[in-house]
């Protein structure tokens, strides 16, 4: 893509791709180096799979390169795994080499960095000016974090002369690399922090332990164990921040000189400096819990237990894996034991594990009293909320034999049904959450338990004219993902974090700074969470069929495989719990998609298909 492109366009090579396991077969003498040929360029399109172990360098700059070819040649060598871009430094003048900050952000281009035609400075500098343009999709900031973010790229590189040489001495910081070579460098992690649930977190058990996926993008082959935990204590990104916590200590870091892997036994010591040192051993046990799991999530290894030191090397606490598997993430989703869905007779049914049969649910919302036409059930699998058919009215019954279905705790007043009750959705608070889309008075509400007077929850972030279609909250509570209606009938789909102040008396919840998601689709169908920070959203581009992809919350492409497409999909689910299979409701009833398969019919008489949640 990008480097392919400046590939066509330079004259001669300029990266050298070294293999290891070359380097080992020369070492055992089943290989040699030829002593001569011609050095060829690699193509960054066709380098090899992420995975793999072949590594990519820069070449330095050559003896009379014009500003074009220096610019070319810097930009080819930022594409390099060298941890310091050493090589790419060199194409600057020392003084620039020092101050130039490349980290402090990445644009990635969809055709890569193109520089342009050099220009006589005139601007009363002597040298010359080289701008470099692209077409930019998106950007990740000096916390890792990537944001979905198109439009143009253009930054201009002045050139001086250096002791006879073009070198450059401005310069935006930051990078800005190909989307292909974005996906080789770099590598998407989950890092872990604690859930800010405010007095809600007193409705569970354990509710100050909750952890929360921030996902961020690190550089693949650098020392990732010990970059992984710096981006930890480094907290989390700006969009999650003010929702979850770090047990870290602030100020905390590695300790001076600190490099960090797994040893055989897949054990880890992390020494920490001293404002790390001074936590106490219950907190302590906290911080080593956030490690664990987010170390765990990108080690080929499991992680054996983690062992925090202070500078000096004394330990602090250590944890082994069963000690941190209280502070699981995603633990608030459940067991997803059933698969529940509104049957023929519109009842809520449910599958009971690997059950070919379904059964209406045991209580008042399987017995068909009311006619319904939405179900959600909540992450104990003990209670239920179901919408009637018509969109009018929301129940919730206990899901036994002795529950009543009684008065509706909530009641749309819309006249047409399109405008009436979203499908409910259950938190792992045991918080219920629906929308009413009615246009003379649309609102998200909350109905604390399930049980309490519904309140209503702001959300800033809505534009005059826009509305919720649907929504889906994450099980830890502090995510909401969400089908908007814009004013021109398009349905978008963005991210809100679920803000808690206030007292148990007097709750203050907003779901706020709602960023986008899937950008590619012009029109979103239905939306599920599928994993700790993934979401499978069903969606069609413009001009073209629907599809069903996976997305991360960041707003990034998942690494998933594509999933197999199906016809008019109108609703999908999943479970946080990635071995379970994914649910779709399409034209043909209610498909299955077990893991390294194809669709199967389960039932083609059902609709609404639900996991808890």
């Known amino acids: 893509?990008?480097?392919?492109?400046?590939?066509?366009?330079?004259?001669?090579?300029?990266?050298?791709?070294?293999?290891?396991?070359?380097?080992?077969?020369?070492?055992?003498?089943c290989a040699s180096m030829p002593d001569e040929g011609s050095v060829d360029r690699v193509d960054s399109s066709h380098r090899?799979?992420?995975?793999?172990?072949?590594?990519?360098?820069?070449?330095?700059?050559?003896?009379?390169?014009?500003?074009?070819?220096?610019?070319?040649?810097?930009?080819?060598?930022?594409?390099?795994?060298?941890?310091?871009?050493?090589?790419?430094?060199?194409?600057?003048?020392?003084?620039?080499?020092?101050?130039?900050e490349p980290f402090a952000s990445t644009s990635v281009l969809s055709d890569g960095p193109t520089p342009g035609k050099a220009r006589e400075d005139s601007g009363g500098r002597r040298g010359y000016r080289v701008e470099v343009s692209g077409s930019r999709m998106a950007e990740v900031d000096d916390k890792h974090a990537y944001s979905p973010r198109e439009g143009d790229y253009r930054e201009?590189?002045?050139?001086?002369?250096?002791?006879?040489?073009?070198?450059?001495?401005?310069?935006?910081?930051?990078?800005?690399?190909?989307e292909s070579d974005f996906?080789?460098?770099?590598?998407?992690?989950?890092?872990?922090?604690?859930?800010?649930?405010?007095?809600?977190?007193?409705?569970?058990?354990?509710?100050?332990n909750v952890l929360v996926a921030d996902p961020v993008y690190l550089r693949r082959r650098i020392d990732p164990v010990t970059s992984t935990v710096k981006a930890l204590l480094a907290g989390p990104t700006r969009w999650f921040?003010?929702?979850?916590?770090?047990?870290?200590?602030?100020?905390?870091?590695?300790?001076?000189?600190?490099?960090?892997?797994?040893?055989?036994?897949?054990?880890?010591?992390?020494?920490?400096?001293?404002?790390?040192?001074?936590?106490?051993?219950?907190?302590?046990?906290?911080?080593?819990?956030q490690v664990l799991h987010t170390v765990q999530g990108q080690a080929s290894a499991k992680v054996s237990r983690v062992r925090l030191a202070g500078p000096d090397g004394g330990t602090l606490c250590e944890r082994t894996r069963e000690q941190a598997e209280d502070f699981e993430p995603g633990r608030l989703n459940g067991r997803a034991a059933r698969q529940y869905f509104v049957d023929e007779e519109h009842r809520v049914s449910a599958f009971d594990g690997s059950s070919k049969e379904p059964r209406p649910v045991q209580g008042a919302l399987g017995q068909g009293e009311t006619e319904m036409g939405a179900v959600a059930v909540n992450r104990a699998e003990q209670e239920g909320a179901a919408v009637s058919r018509a969109g009018r009215a929301l129940y919730v019954a206990r899901l036994n034999g002795d529950s009543k279905l009684g008065e509706p705790v909530l009641t749309s007043k819309a006249k047409k049904e399109k405008d009436r009750l979203t499908a409910p959705s259950w938190d792992g608070l045991g918080d219920l959450w629906v929308a009413d889309r009615d246009p003379e008075d649309p609102r998200l509400l909350r109905l604390r338990?399930?049980?309490?007077?519904?309140?209503?929850?702001?959300?800033?972030?809505?534009?005059?004219?826009?509305?919720?279609?649907?929504?889906?909250?994450?099980?830890?509570?502090?995510?909401?993902?969400?089908r908007i209606r814009q004013e021109d009938g398009k349905r978008t789909l963005k991210l809100g974090r679920v803000q808690r102040a206030g007292s148990a008396e007097k709750p203050e919840v907003t779901v706020a700074?709602?960023?986008?998601?899937?950008?590619?689709?012009?029109?979103?169908?239905?939306?599920?969470?599928?994993?700790?920070?993934?979401?499978?959203?069903?969606?069609?581009?413009?001009?073209?069929?629907?599809?069903?992809?996976?997305t991360e919350t960041d707003g990034s492409g998942s690494n998933q495989p594509t999933l197999p497409?199906?016809?008019?999909?109108?609703?999908?689910?999943?479970?946080?719990?990635?071995?379970?299979?994914?649910?779709?409701?399409?034209?043909?009833?209610?498909?299955?998609?077990?893991?390294?398969?194809n669709w199967k019919t389960l039932t083609d008489t059902g609709t609404s298909p639900a996991y808890p949640g």
């Open 449 to 482: 338990g399930g049980k309490e007077k519904p309140e209503e929850v702001d959300v800033p972030g809505l534009r005059e004219g826009e509305r919720i279609e649907s929504l889906r909250i994450a099980s830890d509570g502090v995510r909401m993902a969400l």
């Open 241 to 289: 921040d003010p929702v979850v916590t770090s047990a870290f200590p602030s100020g905390t870091r590695l300790a001076r000189g600190e490099k960090l892997s797994l040893d055989d036994s897949g054990a880890l010591s992390v020494r920490l400096n001293a404002e790390g040192a001074r936590a106490g051993l219950t907190r302590c046990g906290r911080m080593a819990s």
């Open 48 to 100: 090899a799979d992420p995975d793999s172990q072949v590594r990519v360098f820069g070449v330095s700059p050559q003896k009379g390169e014009r500003p074009q070819q220096i610019v070319r040649g810097f930009l080819e060598a930022t594409t390099s795994d060298e941890a310091t871009f050493s090589t790419a430094k060199k194409y600057l003048t020392e003084r620039k080499a020092q101050e130039w």
């Open 513 to 550: 700074e709602l960023r986008p998601l899937a950008p590619q689709f012009e029109d979103v169908a239905a939306v599920s969470w599928a994993g700790g920070s993934r979401l499978v959203v069903v969606g069609r581009e413009s001009g073209s069929v629907q599809q069903i992809q996976y």
């Open 183 to 208: 996906q080789r460098i770099y590598r998407p992690i989950n890092n872990y922090y604690y859930a800010r649930l405010g007095t809600d977190a007193e409705s569970i058990a354990g509710g100050k």
């Open 156 to 178: 201009d590189f002045h050139l001086t002369k250096v002791r006879g040489e073009w070198r450059i001495d401005q310069l935006p910081d930051g990078l800005a690399i190909g």
């Open 565 to 597: 497409g199906i016809n008019d999909v109108t609703g999908v689910a999943a479970s946080e719990d990635e071995s379970k299979p994914l649910l779709a409701d399409s034209e043909d009833g209610i498909l299955r998609l077990p893991p390294d398969a």
């Open 1 to 29: 893509m990008g480097a392919e492109r400046l590939s066509r366009r330079t004259h001669r090579s300029r990266a050298v791709a070294v293999q290891l396991l070359a380097v080992a077969l020369l070492l055992s003498g």
